[in-house]
Protein backbone atom coordinates (compact mmCIF):
# COMPACT_ATOMS: atom_id res chain seq x y z
CA UNK A 1 0.00 0.00 0.00
CA UNK A 2 1.55 3.28 -0.85
CA UNK A 3 2.41 5.53 1.40
CA UNK A 4 1.05 9.16 1.37
CA UNK A 5 3.26 12.23 3.12
CA UNK A 6 0.89 14.40 5.27
CA UNK A 7 0.09 17.70 3.73
CA UNK A 8 1.95 20.77 4.67
CA UNK A 9 -0.35 23.20 6.41
CA UNK A 10 0.39 25.63 3.62
CA UNK A 11 -0.74 23.18 0.68
CA UNK A 12 -3.95 22.48 2.86
CA UNK A 13 -4.26 26.40 3.62
CA UNK A 14 -3.85 27.25 0.40
CA UNK A 15 -5.88 24.83 -1.77
CA UNK A 16 -8.61 25.85 1.19
CA UNK A 17 -8.11 29.43 0.40
CA UNK A 18 -8.31 29.30 -3.18
CA UNK A 19 -11.62 27.23 -3.00
CA UNK A 20 -13.23 29.52 -1.26
CA UNK A 21 -12.22 32.89 -2.62
CA UNK A 22 -12.87 31.38 -6.05
CA UNK A 23 -16.45 30.33 -5.02
CA UNK A 24 -17.11 33.76 -3.49
CA UNK A 25 -15.80 35.37 -7.03
CA UNK A 26 -18.20 33.06 -8.92
CA UNK A 27 -15.43 30.70 -10.74
CA UNK A 28 -16.95 27.46 -9.55
CA UNK A 29 -14.91 25.02 -11.52
CA UNK A 30 -11.97 26.75 -9.97
CA UNK A 31 -13.27 26.38 -6.60
CA UNK A 32 -14.44 22.83 -7.46
CA UNK A 33 -11.03 21.83 -8.49
CA UNK A 34 -8.94 23.63 -5.14
CA UNK A 35 -11.53 21.37 -3.04
CA UNK A 36 -11.22 18.50 -4.46
CA UNK A 37 -6.94 18.36 -4.65
CA UNK A 38 -7.69 19.31 -0.83
CA UNK A 39 -9.76 16.67 -0.40
CA UNK A 40 -7.32 14.52 -2.69
CA UNK A 41 -4.48 15.31 0.36
CA UNK A 42 -3.94 12.39 2.31
CA UNK A 43 -2.98 11.72 6.15
CA UNK A 44 -4.67 14.17 7.28
CA UNK A 45 -4.36 15.64 11.69
CA UNK A 46 -7.21 16.20 13.62
CA UNK A 47 -6.37 20.63 12.51
CA UNK A 48 -6.82 19.36 8.92
CA UNK A 49 -10.01 18.10 9.54
CA UNK A 50 -10.74 21.41 11.17
CA UNK A 51 -9.62 23.26 8.26
CA UNK A 52 -11.60 21.23 5.50
CA UNK A 53 -14.06 21.14 7.80
CA UNK A 54 -14.33 25.29 8.16
CA UNK A 55 -13.75 25.67 4.16
CA UNK A 56 -17.08 23.17 3.21
CA UNK A 57 -18.77 25.65 5.42
CA UNK A 58 -17.22 28.89 4.10
CA UNK A 59 -18.29 27.52 0.38
CA UNK A 60 -21.63 25.96 0.81
CA UNK A 61 -22.68 28.99 2.64
CA UNK A 62 -21.85 31.34 0.15
CA UNK A 63 -23.65 29.17 -2.97
CA UNK A 64 -26.49 28.65 -1.10
CA UNK A 65 -27.78 32.13 -1.18
CA UNK A 66 -27.00 31.85 -4.97
CA UNK A 67 -30.22 33.05 -6.74
CA UNK A 68 -30.24 30.83 -9.72
CA UNK A 69 -27.85 27.06 -8.57
CA UNK A 70 -26.71 25.81 -12.27
CA UNK A 71 -25.82 21.72 -11.79
CA UNK A 72 -22.37 22.98 -11.63
CA UNK A 73 -22.96 25.21 -8.51
CA UNK A 74 -25.17 22.48 -6.95
CA UNK A 75 -22.86 19.84 -7.26
CA UNK A 76 -20.15 22.13 -5.37
CA UNK A 77 -22.97 23.32 -3.15
CA UNK A 78 -23.83 19.24 -1.78
CA UNK A 79 -20.04 18.51 -1.53
CA UNK A 80 -18.89 21.51 0.16
CA UNK A 81 -21.47 20.64 2.49
CA UNK A 82 -21.01 17.17 2.78
CA UNK A 83 -17.29 17.61 3.00
CA UNK A 84 -18.26 20.00 6.10
CA UNK A 85 -19.84 17.49 7.70
CA UNK A 86 -17.81 14.22 7.18
CA UNK A 87 -14.30 16.22 8.47
CA UNK A 88 -16.22 17.68 11.51
CA UNK A 89 -17.21 13.91 12.14
CA UNK A 90 -13.65 12.63 11.52
CA UNK A 91 -12.47 15.86 14.21
CA UNK A 92 -14.63 14.72 16.61
CA UNK A 93 -15.58 18.33 16.65
CA UNK A 94 -19.63 18.20 17.87
CA UNK A 95 -20.77 21.69 17.67
CA UNK A 96 -18.77 21.68 14.11
CA UNK A 97 -20.85 18.10 13.25
CA UNK A 98 -24.46 20.12 14.62
CA UNK A 99 -23.23 23.08 12.48
CA UNK A 100 -22.86 20.88 9.48
CA UNK A 101 -25.97 19.11 9.64
CA UNK A 102 -27.76 22.61 9.42
CA UNK A 103 -25.55 23.46 6.83
CA UNK A 104 -26.14 20.18 4.81
CA UNK A 105 -30.25 20.70 5.51
CA UNK A 106 -29.36 24.32 4.17
CA UNK A 107 -27.60 22.82 0.65
CA UNK A 108 -30.08 20.55 0.16
CA UNK A 109 -33.11 22.28 0.24
CA UNK A 110 -31.48 25.14 -1.51
CA UNK A 111 -30.89 22.50 -4.15
CA UNK A 112 -34.44 21.55 -4.46
CA UNK A 113 -34.27 18.39 -2.24
CA UNK A 114 -36.49 18.85 0.61
CA UNK A 115 -36.76 15.21 1.74
CA UNK A 116 -33.17 15.01 2.68
CA UNK A 117 -33.72 18.73 3.70
CA UNK A 118 -36.26 18.12 6.32
CA UNK A 119 -33.93 14.65 7.67
CA UNK A 120 -30.90 16.71 8.24
CA UNK A 121 -32.52 19.12 9.88
CA UNK A 122 -34.49 16.79 11.94
CA UNK A 123 -30.70 15.04 12.46
CA UNK A 124 -29.49 19.08 13.51
CA UNK A 125 -32.69 19.39 16.00
CA UNK A 126 -31.61 15.82 17.53
CA UNK A 127 -27.66 17.00 18.33
CA UNK A 128 -28.76 20.23 19.46
CA UNK A 129 -31.20 18.21 21.74
CA UNK A 130 -28.59 15.84 23.06
CA UNK A 131 -25.77 18.26 23.31
CA UNK A 132 -24.89 21.60 24.74
CA UNK A 133 -26.08 23.35 21.82
CA UNK A 134 -27.06 27.40 22.62
CA UNK A 135 -30.43 29.02 21.76
CA UNK A 136 -29.31 30.24 18.18
CA UNK A 137 -28.42 26.98 17.02
CA UNK A 138 -31.79 25.57 18.35
CA UNK A 139 -34.14 28.22 16.92
CA UNK A 140 -32.14 28.64 13.56
CA UNK A 141 -32.62 24.59 13.64
CA UNK A 142 -36.48 25.35 14.12
CA UNK A 143 -36.67 27.91 11.83
CA UNK A 144 -35.17 25.92 8.65
CA UNK A 145 -37.53 23.20 9.56
CA UNK A 146 -40.53 25.33 9.44
CA UNK A 147 -39.68 26.83 6.28
CA UNK A 148 -39.13 23.83 4.64
CA UNK A 149 -42.62 22.38 5.92
CA UNK A 150 -44.21 25.54 4.93
CA UNK A 151 -42.39 24.95 1.13
CA UNK A 152 -43.36 21.45 0.90
CA UNK A 153 -46.78 21.57 3.08
CA UNK A 154 -45.58 18.36 5.37
Given at each position: MPQHEPPTPTELGRLCATAMEAAAAG???EAARALNAALALGDLSV???????????????RLEGSPM?????????LIAAKTARIH???????AGIRRAEYRIACAQFAAGD?????????Q???????????????????ELLERIRRATAE
Open positions: AIADDHLRLAACGESIATLDEATRTLLSGLAADWAVAALRHTRCLELCEAGEAGEDERRSAR
